[in-house]
């Protein structure tokens, strides 16, 4: 599975486009901002896009679904919790295949209710629920600092050590990191009880 990390608009988004390199089937992840650079490498490297996939339903992750969906005839995915509109709704343990590709899906409530990592070839699209160094805001409407504890340490931080994380943002100091690296080097995953972490979170 090939990534293409495009940064896009100005709250430094990152969109994607996975690429099956033996079928040139494809699916983009949250696109939102400077579609044609987008676009642009669907057709740079002549791809077919199966799937447009949102790791939650912000807007700044969604707003490009339309356009790119006409664009390609892409079907949407979103979790089963979004509210926004979609084709296709996926829950925790579904896997998402294209070409000879394939996705799991991780839902990590916290950021959002409907906020989804995916993890597949070695690699984890963490959207907001985990950044380089940092993790998602839990202030907005549907955002839990305490279901957010439970997915950063009872879900994100049993995946593999060694699984390449592509976060929702280019916050941190690489624009890419690993689950284990996050582990020893990011403050957010420092071990702490849930009640050290409500505060933490509400504090900061």
Known sequence: MKVHQLEVGNMQNFTYVLEDEQTSEAVILDPS???DNVLGVVEKNGLKVKYVINTHHHFDHTIGNDAIAKATGAKI??????????????????????????LAVVHTPG???DS????????VFSGDTLFVGNCGRVDLPGGSAR??????FGVVAKLDDSLVMYPGHNYGGSPTSTIGREKKTNFVMQPRT??????FMSSD
């Open 147 to 152: 279901e957010l504890y439970q997915s950063l």
């Open 111 to 113: 950021h959002s209710k």
């Open 194 to 199: 849930e009640e050290e972490f409500l505060g």
């Open 116 to 123: 989804i990592c995916l993890v597949g070839d070695g690699k």
């Open 33 to 35: 901002w400077d579609l």
């Open 77 to 102: 995915v979103q979790h089963k919790a979004s509210t926004l509109k979609n084709d296709m709704t996926v829950s925790d343990g579904d896997t998402i295949r294209f070409g000879n590709s394939e």
